[in-house]
């Protein structure tokens, strides 16, 4: 059964920055989209970057386009590394940050959607303050 471990997060000073890794292990299917979410209390699950594993497409959140990097090491397999480096970082990056993978495939691009994910990491927690 496929599943998503989540590592890095933390506190940061505004302007500084975090990295964001997940393992994603799939031992009986491909996976083709990977996805970062981030959530603040009271919110629905906002999608910040994804990456499709067939072409390394990748789509961002327009807030963060610019300041975060999305990325996979695929050197593992099956076990897919996805990673998210977050520059430049503000107040309103604070969240809690969930990786999220799917082995559906419905083309090269990977939405910013959470119902097209179903594997699903932990979460864990940024804070950005000063």
């Known amino acids: 059964q496929a599943h998503a471990v989540q590592s890095g997060g933390g506190s940061v000073q505004p302007g500084g920055s975090l990295t964001l890794s997940c393992e994603v292990s799939?031992?009986?299917?491909?996976?083709?989209?990977m996805a970062w979410f981030r959530q603040v209390a009271g919110k629905g699950r906002e999608g910040v970057a994804s990456?499709?594993?067939?072409?390394?497409?990748?789509?961002?959140?327009e807030s963060v386009r610019g300041r975060f990097a999305v990325s996979r090491d695929s050197r593992d397999l099956p076990k897919e590394r996805l990673n998210l480096q977050m520059n430049n970082v503000n107040p309103e990056d604070t969240g809690t940050y969930y990786c999220?993978?799917?082995?559906?495939?419905?083309?090269?691009?990977?939405?910013?959607?959470?119902?097209?994910?179903?594997?699903w990491g932990r979460g864990t927690e940024v804070t950005v303050s000063s």
């Open positions: 990456i499709s594993t067939s072409n390394g497409a990748k789509v961002y959140l």
């Open positions: 799939s031992p009986t299917y491909s996976v083709y989209c």
């Open positions: 999220a993978a799917t082995g559906l495939w419905r083309g090269g691009r990977c939405a910013l959607s959470t119902d097209w994910y179903d594997v």
